[in-house]
Every structure is written in C-alpha cells, then in structure tokens.
C-alpha cells in the first residue's frame, strides 16, 4: 500500500495522465434528465391547457339599500304576443349567459343602528349560485366606507334567500359565481 504525497498529486506525470482520459458522462443520468424533461413538459401541458374546464361566470350589478324592505315586482309585458313560430325563427338560441336574479328578490334592508349612527358605506357579496338558481354560499368579499357587521350581515341575510334564472354555458345551466355590490347611504 503506497501513501500519495502532495507532491504526487501536483506532478507533471500525474496532470498528462488525466487530461488525457476525458470524463465521461453517467448514462443514468441522462436518463434522469430526459425523464425529468418529459416530466415537466406534462405538469406544463396539464396547467396550461383551459379548454376541458370553463370557469364559472362572474357577474356584477350594484343595488342601492333601502330603508325598509321592497320586493319587486316583474313588470307587465307591454308587446303583444307574436305567433309561437315567429318567435322561434326570430329569437336566437341563449348559448351563454350569466346568472340573473329574479325581479322578485328583495333588496337589502338599511340596519336601524346603522342608520341612526350614520353609518354608510358599499359591500360586496360572493354568491355561488348553483344549476337550479338557488344561492349555496354567500360570502363578504370587500367594503368600501365604514366597516360595520350591520351592514355585512343585512347584505348576507337578505342575499341567501335570493334566486336566479341560471347561468348558462353552451345551452346548459351551469354553477356561477355572482358578486353583488349593495350600497348604504343615507339621504342626507
């Protein structure tokens, strides 16, 4: 057994032999490499490909509060009625659309406490909407003004009863999501 001193290691003997046999590349690691290539160019393709899922709808309507609650009511048609046939050729197939309330939701009622102390501000509300028009979750997702649980939970209440005619994506209802902004100002 042969001890290798610091003075073998930096001979000139020591340096032509090792120049001359290149270093060779393990084959097991090119193989991890192609295999981490094709890997990444999956992940890549799952992610970015969009065409499978289309995302839910988002619709937005800004609702002024009132003092009191009202519900509306759906206005008279003023047209007359046209034959069935007419109407068909005449209207377009609905593809797509979003969520629309129904014209017989209530708007959000002014807390009382909130009005006294002359709070105002703007909120507005998440709705997951599913395929049938129901809200499912409701949810605050910003204000503007003063900050007041009064106000958030009015908008919540009223806005969970509410229905929808259902978003529609290519002739089918689909689930949405429906952001309603609810002003509250008092009329001074």
């Not at 969009?50 to 988002?58: F, I, L, N, R, T």
């Not at 969520?99 to 509300?125: C, D, E, F, I, M």
């Not at 409701?138 to 204000?143: K, Y």
């Not at 009015?154 to 509410?162: D, F, I, K, P, S």
Request: aromatic share 4%; proline share 9%; hydrophobic share 45%.
């Amino acid at each position: 057994m042969t001890a290798t001193t610091h003075e073998n290691l930096h001979s000139p003997q020591l340096q032509q032999n090792g120049a001359l046999e290149p270093r060779s590349t393990s084959p097991w690691l090119w193989l991890a490499l192609i295999v981490a290539m094709f890997a990444a160019a999956l992940v890549w393709l799952r992610f970015a490909s969009h065409d499978e899922v289309a995302p839910a709808p988002v619709s937005e309507r800004m609702l002024p509060a009132t003092e009191t609650p009202v519900a509306i009511a759906p206005a008279p048609a003023t047209r007359q009625a046209a034959p069935a046939q007419s109407q068909r050729k005449a209207a377009p197939a609905v593809r797509s659309r979003e969520a629309r309330p129904l014209a017989s939701n209530s708007k959000p009622s002014y807390p009382a406490a909130a009005l006294r102390s002359g709070v105002q501000g703007s909120v507005v509300a998440s709705l997951n909407v599913d395929t049938r028009g129901n809200v499912t979750d409701a949810v605050i997702v910003s204000r503007s003004g003063e900050r007041s649980r009064d106000l958030d939970r009015a908008v919540l209440n009223t806005v969970q009863g509410w229905k929808f005619e259902p978003a529609v994506h290519q002739g089918r209802a689909v689930a949405s999501v429906v952001r309603v902004p609810v002003d509250f100002r008092t009329e001074r």
